[in-house]
């Protein structure tokens, strides 16, 4: 029995106490601002991460969805929403191909994405509109603010690739090393 | 005469409501809020960094996007590129109306014609439309409206970036040939065209400052920068014969900043001061090879026992000819000098089955004594087989009253006096 209380507190310890945090900032002249770019560990060997029960949402809000871009973790669904009183259409294309259809307000189309990679989510009805799904393997990621900065929290201690993403911008690559505090990761792309 | 009535009150109406000019494009301005100082010292005189601009079709080489303040209108979201070829390829064209006017004031002053004056107002008026579709595209127009004419000088597309960046643009339309050329009419200082720009041997034949109508290829990488072309060989858009004429150009920039300012920092050329400096020395070589179809008709009349008879006659023939040319410009801190030879061979300009050759060349100094006025001085010589030697030389002064509004005071003294008249010239010009 104190074996596995002491199993039980290395556990808890090693998988809470110890986790760390990423952060840093992305530097960028490439686009106007370095906001919504999205930094996270490409891979965590040996585990499974279940996705969340609730759906994610993205919703269409005067011809421009909302977020533009959204990270899920494999498996996730996501909500789309049409806020808008003319119909939009809702299709993906990348690593998931699919097509929703087109509706009109109030009503909403769920989509599980199952495949990693990114996703484009287009309306053939409006051509300008653009968003996408970044379907990822952990949970362990963040956005850029407007200033560059991101956080990605709550990280088990290991040795990791950090990754970039961005539509318009080429994917930069470090190595990062996580044991009990935060580390600092800076990207100039 | 109903169109060009049409066209010319176009051109007042914008002259009202807009304005561009002749390659010192406002619209950029407009575009990226930015001063024409950015691009240019004294317009339409580019620093290096409006020479990487306008060589990367009026786009900044390094992430264009990050500085365009003037949202352009989507034609399909980037992301469409996924779904080609079952949809159209995206694109965008300028938020706003991508025009600009010049307005040229000039006051003519000819020295040996009894001193007769003039004020030429306006003397021309040039409206542009310059933009781009997305990064793919760059565009090009230019309505000049001089006197009672109105004429397209200017109207061409250039598709970006062909499989390789920067190495290949395709352009078509009505263009200004080997527009690299350091002494580029267009963007000269001076009111006068030197004489490689300017001369020609034959009526109506080649000259290197006509635009043509035509296909190019061009493109620029680290220091090496080319342009490749089939023009119809006229200087209009028409062709008056089946053959269409190859060009090239070749530029070689030593020192400096390399075309594409590869190993540059983005931005780090934005100099907020002397901006126009740039040590470096630029090599170019160029040729051109045409065929002209001539004409000229002979009226004759003759009178026999009181009766008058007139008849014509016209001869028809070919001219085939080239034009070899070298060029060097140095830039060393406020000075830039440039310098320019050209040989021309045509094997019967005049009819008469007589070869002609000829010889061109000119040395310009530009000098900034401040950001606002710049001294010119330019010495320049023709010689023609079987004509005069032509020799000239040419003082100007550029004062950039305001970025957009500048006057240029030009004295034209010919060495010998029978071969011009020496003239002194003033310019206003603005753009906006």
Redesign the interface.
């Known amino acids: 029995m104190r074996n596995i209380l002491i199993g039980l507190f290395l556990v808890i310890f090693t998988g809470t106490c110890m986790a760390g945090g990423i952060k840093g900032k992305v530097s960028?002249?490439?686009?106007?601002s370095p906001s919504g770019i999205l930094v996270y560990i490409e891979k965590i060997d040996g585990k499974e991460f279940p996705p969340p029960a609730e759906h994610l949402v993205m919703d269409q809000v005067k011809l421009v969805f909302i977020p533009r871009v959204l990270p899920v973790l494999k498996g996730a669904a996501v909500d789309f929403v049409n806020s808008d009183d003319v119909k939009h259409n809702v299709f993906g294309?990348?690593s998931d191909d699919f097509d929703l259809g087109t509706w009109t307000k109030g009503i909403v189309k769920s989509y599980t994405f199952n495949k990693l990679g990114d996703v484009?989510?287009?309306c053939?009805v409006h051509?300008?509109?653009?968003a996408?799904v970044v379907v990822l393997q952990n949970p362990y990621f963040g956005l850029t603010d407007a200033g560059g900065n991101y956080e990605i929290k709550d990280v088990p201690p290991g040795k990791y690739k950090l990754k970039t993403w961005h539509?318009?911008l080429k994917p930069a690559t470090k190595d990062v090393e996580v044991a009990g505090d935060t580390v600092e990761v800076g990207f100039e792309i | 005469m109903k169109g060009k009535s049409l066209l010319l009150v176009l051109v007042l109406v914008f002259v009202v409501c807009f304005c561009v000019e002749a390659y010192a494009i406002p619209t950029f301005a407009r575009k990226y809020r930015t001063s024409c100082q950015t691009c240019h010292s004294v317009f339409p005189k580019l620093t290096p960094f409006g020479e990487a601009f306008r060589k990367n079709g009026f786009m900044i080489v390094e992430g264009d996007m990050a500085y365009v303040k003037e949202e352009p209108v989507s034609m399909g979201a980037e992301a469409y590129k996924r779904v080609w070829p079952d949809a159209v390829w995206p694109t965008t064209i300028p938020g706003y109306v991508p025009l600009s006017l010049m307005v040229i004031q000039r006051f003519n002053w000819d020295i040996d014609d009894d001193n007769a004056t003039e004020f030429n107002f306006p003397h021309e008026l040039e409206l542009m439309f310059a933009g781009t579709f997305g990064e793919d595209f760059t565009f090009f127009a230019e309505l000049e409206a001089e006197g009672d004419e109105v004429a397209a000088h200017t109207n061409w597309l250039m598709w970006n970036d062909l499989f390789i960046e920067n190495l290949i643009n395709l352009k078509a339309g009505f263009f200004d040939i080997m527009s690299n050329r350091p002494y580029n009419s267009h963007r000269r200082l001076t009111i006068s065209r030197n004489s490689i720009e300017n001369y020609r041997v034959s009526d109506d034949g080649f000259r290197l400052r006509d635009n043509q109508a035509g296909i190019e290829l061009n493109g620029f990488k680290n220091r090496l920068a080319y342009a490749v072309g089939l023009v119809n060989g006229t200087g209009e858009m028409g062709d008056d014969n089946k053959r269409k004429d190859p060009y090239y150009r070749v530029d070689l920039k030593l020192f400096g900043l390399p075309f594409d300012r590869s190993g540059q920092e983005p931005g780090a050329d934005l100099k907020s001061e002397k901006n126009w400096q740039d040590n470096s020395i630029q090599l170019g070589t160029f040729g051109y090879f045409g065929e002209q179809d001539l004409s000229e008709t002979t009226v004759t009349t003759t009178t026999v026992a009181g009766v008058t008879t007139t008849s014509t006659s016209t001869s028809e023939w070919s001219n085939d000819y080239s034009r070899l040319g070298v060029d060097a410009r140095v830039l060393f801190y406020n000075l830039d000098v440039m310098a320019g030879y050209l040989w021309g061979n045509d094997d019967d300009p005049e009819g008469d089955g007589e070869e002609i050759d000829s010889n061109a060349w000119f040395v310009e100094a530009q000098y900034h004594l401040f950001p606002w006025l710049v001294p010119i001085l330019r010495y320049e010589e023709i010689l023609v087989d079987g004509r005069d030697d032509v020799e000239k030389v040419i003082a100007s002064l550029n004062i950039l009253a305001r970025a957009n509004l500048k006057a240029i005071v030009e004295g034209e003294i010919f060495v010998d006096e029978d071969d011009g008249d020496d003239k002194v010239t003033v310019d206003l010009r603005y753009v906006f």
Do not use: Q, S, W, Y
């Not at chain 1, 960028?28 to 106007?32: D, F, H, L, Q």
């Not at chain 1, 051509?127 to 653009?130: A, H, K, T």
């Open positions: 960028t002249a490439k686009i106007k294309v990348g484009a989510i287009l053939n051509p300008e509109m653009e996408f539509d318009r």
